[in-house]
């Protein structure tokens, strides 16, 4: 199919992937008790041998959750390993304190699981508001290692050869904790999404979510 897209359909869903970062932000200062916001968010479109350089090779803890539905695709949320300790322990309620060493806990693993549960739900919900659809996902994974390693982990990639990426980064209290979601939905089921996008959509309105503790 084409791939050509009214340029105004794709400026609201650039706005509608800043919206949905501002969501995860929202949602993970409700999580943690700590104030955070989007520093940066970006489109990006890569060859895929370029996909693992953008991301990097630092070590890192990955959260990935698979779309069962159009765009397809996969949404990955990236963190140092110390900050991904002090949002486990935040996200149990300080019930207990980081684990000691570079490995983690059973119940980090699975607080750090929800953490990516309850931001791929809220990120994802926003843009199946926008274009009038529903993105049904899979379960979060936790993988621990290399970040370009983390992308292999993944596995699944489409046949084309450009990778449409959504890259923000998230800071929290101050810069001290921070993540950067990325998200790589499959081209040409994107483009069909956008092409139907109503050009009159309130993308603020249609990608507001509820209070997740409600």
């Not at 609201?12 to 916001?37: C, H, P, W, Y």
């Not at 370029?50 to 890192?60: A, L, N, P, R, Y």
Request: charged share 25%; hydrophobic share 40%.
């Amino acid at each position: 199919m084409g791939l050509k897209v009214d340029v105004r359909k794709l400026d609201l869903f650039n706005q509608m992937a800043k919206e949905g970062s501002g969501t995860v932000a929202e949602n993970l200062g409700q999580l943690t008790g700590l104030d955070a916001t989007v520093r940066t968010s970006q489109i990006n479109f890569l060859d895929i041998e370029d996909v693992k350089t953008h991301i990097g090779d630092d070590k890192g803890v990955g959260i990935y959750v698979e779309l069962n539905e159009p765009p397809y695709g996969y949404v990955l949320f990236l963190l140092e390993p110390e900050d991904s300790k002090q949002m486990a322990s935040a996200m149990m309620g300080g019930m207990g304190e980081p684990s000691e060493g570079e490995g983690f806990s059973d119940m980090e693993r699975s607080a750090m699981q929800e953490i990516g549960n309850i931001m791929t739900s809220a990120f994802i919900d926003g843009w199946a508001n926008v274009l009038e659809t529903t993105i049904d996902m899979g379960t979060p994974n936790f993988v621990f290692g290399p970040a370009d390693g983390i992308v292999d982990e993944m596995g699944g990639w489409p046949d084309s050869d450009l990778v449409f990426v959504v890259d923000s980064r998230i800071t929290v209290d101050d810069g001290d904790l921070g993540m950067t979601v990325y998200t790589f939905p499959e081209l040409e089921d994107l483009v069909a999404l956008i092409q139907d996008i109503d050009l009159d959509t309130d993308v603020a309105v249609d990608t507001e979510a509820g209070n997740i503790l409600d």
